[in-house]
């Protein structure tokens, strides 16, 4: 299997020497990359290749050579477990005392446990400590109350979950909203700054008259070019999970948004919790949807405003940590607050608009974090006016 990546590699065009892949073989031996398919694709990656301009033929070889090797969460997740998880059972909330003493997982231990008690459970469990099931203490399921776990099957509520194993299928907000849409475009005139752009084909009365007085009374027609709105706008929206309640307000903003018509460009993204080494073009978050979130960034330069919608809840690992991305398989080495610093420090102007009432926002660990590198502001009609407000610069 390991000669079919040799030969698949450069086979696909990527400059790879017996050198090279000694020391990837070296690095194996040593157990670099540990009992982690995602470790073992980076390792690979770092060894095998010499420059960005490959990672995409590597990521193509890589698939095909170990495709249906790590297993996919759906097919190990059967449907028998999945069907227990539907019908939880209601446990009452751990105290004080028995969350603190609640065993804290690091990322590979908790998927390494996840898998081995798939394939040993046989039967529904419910309120226990070890098992796939509902409520209690165990970090395998839903409606349980452990701080580093891998939710199955059910709704996010705690927002505490480390990682999530199913399909993550989410909605696109929508851009034909009316309700309500005209009272966020009254807040949305804030973003504005007029400037004057393109050709002198407006005419400059006052300068007319006073070159016409220069002249003797013969009339000097002077012309100017139009004044326009000279913004820019990059908007960031986080999707699904914890978003779902706000799928209407925020798919208004959108809406209001593209009706605008006086931005001088607009360019909306997709994220989820967090943003990562990727954007997405659509919800459906797929691989022809990503977008470098590196070349967001070199193609946006710092007169571009920015602008962030998330309720900036998510499990601290998914914030702090490498690998800290809840979908196992979308996971990157750079932490999600490293990007959220070159976002906030890249662009002169940037803001955060939390769809969560603002009481809330302190609740969260991760909430208090964001809040730090950004300006935040209610996803309400006075706050989107605030934030606009701070995105242009203008005075109250």
């Not at 849409?181 to 006073?210: H, N, P, Y």
């Not at 309640?245 to 593209?258: D, M, W």
């Not at 809330?360 to 989107?384: A, E, I």
């Amino acid at each position: 299997m390991f000669l079919d990546l040799f030969y698949g590699l450069r086979a696909d065009g990527v400059p790879l020497s017996i050198h090279e892949w000694k020391t990837f073989l070296r690095a194996l031996e040593e157990g670099l990359h540990g009992s982690s398919l995602l470790r073992f694709y980076h390792l690979g990656r770092a060894c095998l290749v010499k420059s960005e301009t490959y990672f995409d033929a590597y990521d193509r070889v890589f698939a095909r050579v170990f495709k249906g090797v790590e297993g996919a969460f759906g097919d190990q997740v059967t449907a028998e477990i999945l069907d227990w998880l539907r019908d939880p059972k209601n446990f009452p909330n751990l105290s004080a005392e028995e969350l603190a003493a609640l065993e804290q997982l690091s990322q590979d231990e908790l998927m390494r446990r996840f898998l081995e008690t798939l394939e040993k459970q046989t039967e529904r469990h419910d309120g226990g400590d070890r098992w796939v099931g509902t409520g209690g203490r165990s970090p395998f399921g839903h409606g349980g109350q452990h701080s580093t776990g891998i939710r199955v099957g059910g709704r996010g509520g705690g927002r505490s979950a480390m990682k999530v194993a199913e399909q993550r299928l989410f909605r696109d907000y929508r851009t034909d909203r009316i309700l309500d849409v005209r009272s966020l475009k009254v807040s949305l005139r804030r973003l504005r700054q007029l400037t004057r752009l393109g050709l002198a084909s407006e005419l400059d009365l006052d300068e007319t008259i006073d070159e016409t007085c220069r002249n003797a009374g013969e009339i000097e027609l002077v012309f100017r070019p139009p004044r326009r709105n000279n913004v820019r706008l990059l908007l960031l929206m986080d999707v699904g999970g914890t978003m779902d309640p706000f799928y209407e307000p925020v798919s208004q903003l959108l809406t209001a948004l593209h009706e605008d018509h006086g931005l001088r460009e607009f360019q909306p993204y997709y994220f989820h919790n967090c943003v990562y080494d990727h954007v997405y073009r659509t919800a459906r978050m797929t691989r022809a949807d990503a977008v470098p979130t590196a070349d967001v960034l070199r193609r946006l330069d710092s007169h571009w405003k920015a602008a962030v919608i998330g309720d900036g809840a998510m499990h601290p690992a998914e914030l702090l940590d490498n690998y800290g991305g809840i979908d196992p398989r979308t996971t990157t080495e750079t932490p999600g607050v490293v990007w959220l610093q070159r976002i906030a420090g890249h662009f002169e102007r940037s803001v955060w608009i939390n769809p969560e009432p603002a009481p809330q926002w302190d609740r969260w660990q991760t909430t208090r974090v964001v809040r730090r590198l950004f300006p935040m502001f209610p996803l309400t009609v006075d706050g989107v006016t605030d934030a606009m407000r701070a995105l242009v610069g203008a005075r109250a």
